[in-house]
Nanobody
Framework: QVELVESGGNAVQAGGSLRLSCRVS????????LGWFRQVPGGQREGVAT?????????RYYHDRVKGRFTISRDSPHAMSLQMNNLQPEDSAMYIC?????????????????????WGQGTQVTVSA
């Protein structure tokens, strides 16, 4: 059983930065895909970034809307973070970390939901204009 706990959400002004963390307990190794998703009330859950790395350098994958502003990191099989810079109001959402075997495409973990079997409760990020 894998459990995930997020932290680091807060309220910031546009242009500000936040660093989210996700702690993974239970079985996980570098073959496990870890990802960040976000969801607003009444909206669909959308992928933000994933990280994967069974051998060699880690493979990272980002949604186009966050490329160049967000950086996903993985310090160990059980710790992941998301550095978010130049935050904008449209980044406001509940940020949720997820773990699973992943659906690999081109050597990276895609955002396919069926690739993630464990989900955290989320941490709220609010960005004001």
């Amino acid at each position: 059983q894998v459990e995930l706990v997020e932290s680091g959400g807060n309220a910031v002004q546009a242009g500000g930065s936040l660093r989210l963390s996700c702690r993974v307990s239970g079985y996980a190794d570098y073959r496990t895909c870890l990802g960040w998703f976000r969801q607003v009330p009444g909206g669909q859950r959308e992928g933000v970034a994933t990280v994967y790395g069974p051998t060699g350098p880690l493979s990272r994958y980002y949604h186009d809307r966050v490329k160049g502003r967000f950086t996903i990191s993985r310090d160990s099989p059980h710790a992941m973070s998301l550095q978010m810079n130049n935050l904008q109001p449209e980044d406001s959402a509940m940020y949720i970390c997820a773990a699973g075997a992943g659906v690999l495409r081109g050597g990276v973990c895609s955002f396919a939901r069926n690739g993630f079997h464990s989900w955290g409760q989320g941490t709220q990020v609010t960005v004001s204009a």
